[in-house]
């Protein structure tokens, strides 16, 4: 089984990595934890090369020791980010989706952002959205 991870940094986002950490655990799954940027312009190496390394650092430091094989990706495309995130899943055969969504009213109303609306609509697999 593969497991793809939505990672940005966010709060949200650990938790849907720790969340999907203990599913690969009971089904031993491997992690695909996915950051995107929309290219616009051309991006400087070092501006990349910075990202993945952020990327790769956060997630060796809440996956720690455990040995749940996992890797870190970083696309890039003049694509939007979720329609990044949808091609992989389809490209890479992925058999579930993690995301991490936060509240954003003041009254605390659950609002979906742009990126885990439009993969809970159009993964190819189920999407767990952890808030």
């Known amino acids: ?32 934890v996915v950051n995107s940027i929309m290219r616009e312009i051309p991006l400087k190496r070092s501006f990349v090369e910075k990202k993945e390394q952020v990327l790769e650092n956060e997630v060796k430091e809440i996956l720690g020791k455990t040995d749940i094989s996992y ?12 329609e990044q995130m949808v091609r ?20 605390g109303k659950l ?8 993969l809970i609509l159009k993964a190819p697999c189920p999407v767990v959205t952890i808030k």
Do not use: N, P
């Not at 793809?4 to 969340?19: D, F, H, N, P, Q």
């Not at 890797?71 to 979720?82: A, F, K, N, Y």
């Not at 055969?93 to 009213?105: A, T």
């Open 1 to 32: 089984m593969k497991f793809m991870v939505c990672y940005e940094g966010s709060k949200e986002a650990r938790k849907a990595l720790e969340l999907a950490r203990e599913h690969a655990k009971v089904w031993g799954a491997t992690l695909e």
């Open 88 to 107: 992989f899943a389809e490209k890479e055969g992925i058999d579930q989706v993690f995301i991490g969504i936060e509240k954003k009213s003041k009254v």
């Open 71 to 82: 890797e870190t990706v970083l696309l890039i495309d003049t694509q939007s980010s979720e």
């Open 111 to 118: 609002v979906f952002g742009s990126t885990a609306q439009y």
